[in-house]
């Protein structure tokens, strides 16, 4: 899928990059979940969603300052689920898991709110791979700019 460096920064030969010495064109939040963690599906009751909830932004937050996302005004967020075999899935699902995320950059100081002007939040995506992963893809945008 991607080629990750030691800071989570995006280096394979796909990933748009800029001149030397720019900042990277994308942050790569590997997820230390091998499943998404909130799904629409799940009938927890509120305590327990709220816990997981709270743990998907605490844990967003910690990988976004680990891996020095700055703050970028606006940005583009993606949910990448990487599974291992091809029973059917729907991507609808991963959305909590993805408003968790979003929620936890912007307690990272990421960007000031989640709201559509400030940042873009993608449908997320399934893909097929060797090893199950859960990765949060983070672009900067052009501030006033269209995403």
């Known amino acids: 899928m991607t080629n990750l460096d030691t800071s989570g920064r995006d280096r394979s030969a796909a990933s748009p990059r800029g001149r030397a010495g720019d900042a990277p064109t994308s942050y790569l939040l590997p997820l230390p979940y091998d499943r998404p963690p909130l799904t629409a599906n799940q009938r927890h ?7 997981l909830t709270a743990g ?3 844990t967003t937050a910690t990988l976004a300052r680990s891996v020095g996302v700055p703050a970028l005004g606006r940005c583009s967020v993606r949910l990448v689920w990487t599974v291992t075999d091809r029973r059917r899935r729907d991507a609808d699902n991963l959305v ?4 968790a995320c979003a929620d936890g ?5 990421v960007v000031v709110d989640d ?3 400030l940042m873009v939040k993608h449908m997320p995506e399934i893909v097929l791979g060797e090893r199950g992963a859960l990765v949060l893809v983070v672009e900067p945008l052009p501030i006033g700019g269209e995403g």
């Not at 009751?45 to 816990?51: D, M, T």
């Not at 909590?96 to 408003?99: F, W």
């Not at 950059?105 to 100081?109: I, M, P, S, T, Y």
């Open 45 to 51: 009751g509120w305590r327990r969603r709220a816990r």
């Open 56 to 58: 998907v932004r605490r």
């Open 96 to 99: 909590p898991t993805l408003k």
């Open 105 to 109: 950059l912007v307690d990272a100081g």
């Open 115 to 117: 709201v559509p002007a």
